[in-house]
Nanobody, 119 residues
């Protein structure tokens, strides 16, 4: 499965962005991770195939929303009320068997899209 992320950019604090990740095939779980300069890649959000289960890291819960369109094999991350600390390269990931926050459990990764939030 190949993943193609898009939608990053420069936005002012308090603004919004929507990231998209198109997959070349069907996957059980799709997720977003992010990596800020000098930091490790961290979990942001995940969603199961049905969309009934979603999970967010505490720092984005209530501001970010993950969703998916299975007809398009695409996952979205709507990011509202952005903060400078959200600045990072955002990566989409997918798994055929795992749903959770552990980076190493995801088999497929996209190339990343950069998000910069100015203060």
């Amino acid at each position: 499965v190949q993943l193609q992320a898009s939608g990053g950019g420069l936005v002012q604090a308090g603004g919004s962005l929507r990231l998209s990740c198109a997959a070349s095939g069907r996957t059980f779980t799709m997720a977003w991770f992010r990596q800020a300069p000098g930091k490790e890649r961290e979990f942001v959000a995940a969603i199961t195939w049905s969309g009934e289960s979603t999970y967010y890291t505490d720092s984005v819960r209530g501001r970010f929303t993950i969703s998916r369109d299975n007809a398009k094999n695409t996952v979205y991350l709507q990011m509202n009320s952005l903060k400078p600390e959200d600045t990072a390269v955002y990566y989409c990931a997918a798994s055929n068997k795992y749903y959770g926050v552990i980076r190493a459990e995801y088999e497929y990764w996209g190339q990343g899209t950069e998000v910069t939030v100015s203060s």
